[in-house]
């Protein structure tokens, strides 16, 4: 199964800073069809996931602009352009091309 | 709205069984493929089992669960269900059922999840 390795795991952030999350993959996501299946899902404490990012870049309905997804092939990147309160919790990254879906180890959000 | 909604969580004993259910609706049930995916505490997430649309005739399993869970829906209840046996203490997780999106390759709205402990 294709392992997904996030970072960091832990990321202190400024209110109204920016944030970064990385997300690699041990193959290729790149699709026999052309496309490319990374999601990114944020976890708020005590609740269960709830996606933010679809195919790399889309976004999800209701989803803040200030959250952006990029990346190609193996290397993709989470960007929270300023960090609010309300963006507390654990962002997952999943791979969607191969299957089984894999998933991050997570990397948990904290305000400074 | 889409809604999912487990239930059937609870206490067992190492080499017990157990049902967990995910109620559905908001959606037209049947067209869409389902998986159920755990989280331990304090760990990240697994995939446990996933089944097709229609008449679920295709299935797969995660390789910790294989052999011992079975994934199965019931589309006149709006349900899915997973029958866990031989549980380990490794089971130990919460449990969430997961809605694929209909073009495939992601999952879109997830349920709450049910809390399964396994232990003595």
């Known amino acids: 199964d294709g392992v997904m390795t996030q970072s960091p795991l832990s990321l202190p952030v400024t209110l109204g800073q920016p944030a970064s999350i990385s997300c690699r993959s041990s193959?290729?996501?790149?699709?026999?069809?052309?496309?490319?299946?990374l999601n990114w899902f944020q976890q708020r404490p005590g609740q269960s996931p709830r996606r933010l990012i679809y195919?790399?870049?889309n976004r999800d309905s209701g989803v803040p602009d200030r959250f952006s997804g990029s990346g190609s092939a193996t290397d993709f990147t989470l960007k929270i352009s300023r960090v609010e309160a309300e963006d507390v919790g654990v962002y997952f990254c999943?791979?969607?091309?191969?299957?089984?879906?894999?998933f991050g180890q997570g990397t948990k959000l904290e305000i400074k | 709205e889409v809604q999912l909604v487990e239930s059937g969580g609870g206490l067992v004993q190492p080499g017990g069984s157990l049902r967990l259910s995910c109620a559905a609706s908001?959606?037209?049930?049947?067209?869409?493929?389902l998986s159920w995916v755990r989280q331990a505490p304090g760990k990240g997430l697994e995939f446990v089992s996933a089944?097709?649309?229609?008449?679920?005739?295709?299935?797969s399993y995660g390789k910790s669960v294989q052999g011992r869970f079975t994934i199965s829906r019931d589309n006149s209840k709006n349900t899915l269900y997973l029958d866990m046996g031989s549980l380990r203490v490794e089971d130990t997780a919460v449990y969430y059922c997961?809605?694929?999106?209909?073009?495939?390759?992601?999952?879109?709205?997830w349920g709450q999840g049910t809390l399964v402990t396994v232990s003595s």
């Open positions: 997961a809605r694929e999106q209909s073009s495939g390759y992601t999952l879109d709205y």
């Open positions: 908001g959606f037209t049930f049947s067209r869409y493929s």
């Open positions: 089944l097709s649309s229609g008449d679920g005739v295709s299935t």
């Open positions: 193959q290729s996501l790149v699709h026999s069809n052309g496309n490319t299946y």
């Open positions: 195919a790399v870049s």
């Open positions: 999943m791979q969607g091309t191969h299957w089984p879906y894999t």
